[in-house]
């Protein structure tokens, strides 16, 4: 009996040795969150720490400044856990600010971290969540900080786990912010800014057309000048991507600013005439100002000046257009991709067809028969040069974005717009190939490339810097900077669309280039610009519908009128136009080869019937029905969410096509009308109307209402409707969330302002002195 308790308490003894381990290691790895309604051993610069751990998030989207986030100050700010012990941690997820890096990191002596897990930038505003399991880590102190992005950093809940949860992403409670004011104001920072510059810009210009009355009206502009000016200095003051303006920028600007108003004060005393000096100071303050404010303030795009999403489509569409041409480009890709890095989230991923733009899941039998089609058509040399570029352009993206970017619509520029583009991008790419292929790019590489890639997209930004040098040329320096104003302060165009591209400016270069020489007399060069305008684009041919309608008017009532139904002038404008047409068509088949225009029109067709949520245009405005919008017709659960809302706004609009008609037989009668009070290069540039009319645009093409500059500053009521179109966008953006909608709205602002100026035109006749009236005579 003694024998049989001996075994039974030596079989207990040994059950509770071996379980003690088992019981230590679920101490070890206990489950849930470990940072669970932990508060922080160190927080510099990190406000209310306990929102990071409270168990709720705020709504994804919501603004990064609320009262569910903690805000982080700088990049040296950081939260910093201890847990008490060492433990593993296999899974991290966090909510923070869109468009930041978040570090988490692991020590065991809180003296030395090592890097856990990156969360990189996602597309979408405000706050986004980011998770990742699989980790293989350990440590007793966790520290979360922030770096890149826009120097805007908050987080709005962190879980880090050491045993995985098995649903994932984990449940978290969800709570929208409640106040409106935060959501939809502070979320666009700089949007504030630009708001301000353009409202000072109005009262400027409202004040400028009263200087020759009252002197206090030149220095109330001389001050609202100032005023714009410190607004854009003050937000530049604390971009990453200028940091010589806080160093000596602001020192320089200042003397420059305190010198213009010490010899203004000098002039006056002395008696002499200042009022010019005083208005071309505050003109260059407005143009120094709002160009500024176009950059989002040296923001640019939060930590980046390349737009390299936009760039990636029209650096490497051109640069391998003779391979890809339009169809292949998200195909060669993806055989990249697999090349690189094999099954690893294939399964997940969506691209958009580009031979109907359907969007589908990938599937690795699709990835195959890619790889197939890519080889047939890439030489070896060159196939290792598109890998370098992919490789390259996906490091310097992140995965998040990379991901998403085939999921966009493909290269679309025109065989002539690629006859340059593909001849710059080939410049020297044999050399850019590395020695040894390899699936990651090597830190020399990259760097060459990023600054390669810099390089060109400074080739859009010159461009724009042409156009208002045209524009200061043809038209004087208050046109120039009521153009510029325009442009830097209008929110559908604005810089975080295409700013920091390549090959995204030359047919607006070209279209204000065909304005500026109709204006001092060369319209043979105008009408070849307009044509190359157009070629590049295609909608900039709406353009000459004014100059048309005009011509027809003057032919019908050719008996009752003293001059010519079609002078000198025209007949020079015309034949620019089809020399343009000649010239140029007739290089890019020789160069492009006639398969690529026809490739092209296929393309476009394509393209014009996809609805995008951020089109504008008559056509969009026509298509609306509130109750077929976005907010009631996406679905998340289909491949393509917004297919069901394409399929509505493409049967409104046919049903609609009736009233699309006349709208656009009005449109030309008005200009008809107008062409019998305005200047040939004023009828040109009323024809943006007509891009409205015929034309659904992607958002950022309508800087074209730049053109409309040097007519409305004929006119002080003129020039407020084109500065209420860029406020009026502004206003608009802050209280409606759903692009279709927005651009709806964005797009009948446009359209009331030019029709408000037009209409005024023709009841109300600009004086015979104006360079804009029909009286004044064009060589």
């Given at each position: 009996m003694r024998a049989v308790v001996?075994?039974?308490?030596?079989?207990?003894?040994?059950?509770?040795?071996?379980?003690?381990?088992?019981?230590?290691?679920?101490?070890?790895?206990?489950?849930?969150?470990?940072?669970?309604?932990?508060?922080?051993?160190?927080?510099?610069?990190?406000t209310h720490v306990e929102r990071l751990t409270d168990g709720i998030m705020a709504g994804e989207g919501d603004p990064w400044q609320s009262e569910l986030t903690s805000v982080l100050d700088a990049t040296e700010s950081h939260v910093l856990y201890d847990l008490g012990t060492s433990m593993r941690v296999t899974a991290v997820d966090l909510q923070g600010d869109n468009n930041d890096d978040y570090i988490v990191e692991l020590s065991e002596d809180r003296h030395s971290f090592t890097t856990l897990w990156v969360a990189d930038p996602v597309s979408g505003q405000g706050m986004r969540r980011r998770g990742t399991r699989g980790l293989q880590g350990s440590g007793r102190y966790i520290r979360v900080r922030a770096r890149a992005g826009d120097s805007a950093y908050s987080l709005g809940e962190v879980q880090v786990f050491c045993e995985t949860p098995s649903a994932w992403p984990p449940p978290v409670k969800v709570e929208n912010t409640t106040k409106w004011w935060w959501k939809k104001i502070l979320e666009k920072r700089d949007h504030r800014y630009r708001l301000a510059v353009a409202l000072l810009g109005l009262f400027f210009f409202i004040a400028l057309f009263r200087v020759e009355e009252s002197k206090k009206a030149l220095w109330g502009a001389s001050a609202l000048s100032v005023a714009m000016l410190a607004i854009a200095g003050y937000r530049l003051y604390g971009a990453r991507l200028a940091p010589w303006f806080a160093s000596w920028g602001v020192y320089a600007l200042g003397v420059l600013v305190v010198a213009w108003a010490a010899r203004g004060i000098w002039l006056a005393r002395q008696e002499q005439e200042a009022r010019q000096w005083w208005e071309r100071g505050a003109l260059l303050w407005v143009i120094l100002a709002c160009a500024t404010t176009w950059v989002n303030f040296g923001v640019f795009h939060s930590s980046r000046i390349v737009h390299y999403w936009d760039t990636f489509h029209y650096y490497v569409g051109s640069k391998y257009f003779e391979e890809n041409e339009y169809e292949r480009l998200y195909e060669c890709v993806l055989a990249v991709d697999y090349e690189d890095r094999g099954d690893a989230d294939l399964e997940k991923r969506k691209i958009r067809d580009l031979d109907n733009n359907r969007l589908h899941f990938v599937s690795k039998a699709d990835v195959l028969r890619h790889q197939e089609t890519c080889a047939a058509h890439f030489s070896p040399e060159r196939w290792e040069a598109f890998r370098e570029d992919t490789r390259s352009f996906r490091t310097v993206m992140g995965s998040g974005w990379w991901k998403d970017m085939l999921m966009d619509h493909g290269y679309n520029a025109s065989p002539i717009s690629n006859m340059v583009a593909a001849f710059l991008t080939n410049i020297g790419w044999r050399d850019q190939v590395p020695l040894v292929s390899s699936s990651r790019v090597a830190p020399d590489d990259l760097k060459k490339f990023r600054q390669r890639i810099l390089r060109y997209t400074m080739i859009d930004l010159a461009l724009y810097a042409g156009a208002f040098l045209m524009i200061l040329w043809a038209?004087?320096?208050?046109?120039?900077?009521?153009?510029?104003?325009?442009?830097?302060?209008?929110?559908?165009?604005?810089?975080?669309?295409?700013?920091?591209?390549?090959?995204?400016?030359?047919?607006?270069f070209m279209a204000v280039a065909?304005?500026?020489?109709?204006?001092?007399?060369?319209?043979?060069?105008?009408?070849?610009?307009?044509?190359?305008?157009?070629?590049?684009?295609?909608?900039?041919?709406?353009?000459?519908?004014?100059?048309?309608?005009?011509?027809?008017?003057?032919?019908?009532?050719?008996?009752?009128?003293?001059?010519?139904?079609?002078?000198?002038?025209?007949?020079?404008?015309?034949?620019?136009?089809?020399?343009?047409?000649?010239v140029l068509c007739s290089a890019s088949v020789a160069v492009n080869g006639m398969d690529a225009h026809s490739q092209f029109l296929t393309n476009t067709l394509k393209h014009a019937e996809t609805p995008l949520t951020n089109h504008m245009g008559l056509p969009t405005v026509l298509s609306y029905k509130p109750s077929l919008v976005g907010r009631f017709t996406k679905d998340s659960s289909l491949a393509d969410p917004w297919g069901k809302w394409k399929q509505a706004r493409k049967e409104t609009k046919h049903d609609r096509r009736w009233l699309h008609g006349l709208i656009l037989l009005g449109m030309f009668v008005l200009l008809a009308l107008a062409g019998r009070r305005l200047a040939p290069w004023a009828v040109l540039a009323g024809s943006t109307i007509l891009i409205v009319g015929f034309f659904e645009l992607t958002c950022y093409y309508y800087s074209f209402v730049v053109l409309m500059a040097p007519l409305a500053i004929e006119r002080l009521r003129y020039s407020v409707a084109l500065i209420l179109m860029g406020i009026g966008g502004l206003i608009l953006q802050f209280f409606i969330g759903w692009y279709d909608e927005q651009y709806i709205w964005e797009t009948v602002v446009v359209l009331l302002g030019l029709l408000y100026i037009l209409l005024d035109v023709v009841q109300h006749p600009l004086p015979e002195s104006s360079p804009a009236s029909a009286a004044t005579t064009s060589a």
């Open positions: 001996n075994r039974i308490a030596l079989l207990s003894l040994l059950c509770l040795i071996a379980s003690a381990p088992a019981a230590a290691q679920g101490e070890a790895c206990p489950s849930g969150n470990l940072l669970a309604g932990k508060s922080p051993t160190a927080r510099p610069g990190v038209f004087g320096l208050r046109s120039s900077a009521l153009a510029v104003l325009v442009w830097g302060t209008g929110y559908p165009w604005a810089y975080f669309w295409t700013g920091g591209s390549f090959a995204r400016v030359p047919w607006f065909a304005v500026c020489l109709l204006k001092r007399g060369f319209p043979l060069l105008s009408g070849f610009m307009l044509s190359w305008s157009a070629l590049l684009r295609l909608f900039p041919a709406a353009l000459a519908g004014g100059p048309i309608a005009a011509l027809i008017d003057r032919f019908v009532r050719r008996k009752k009128i003293d001059r010519p139904w079609l002078d000198a002038s025209d007949k020079r404008f015309i034949a620019g136009g089809v020399l343009g047409l000649l």
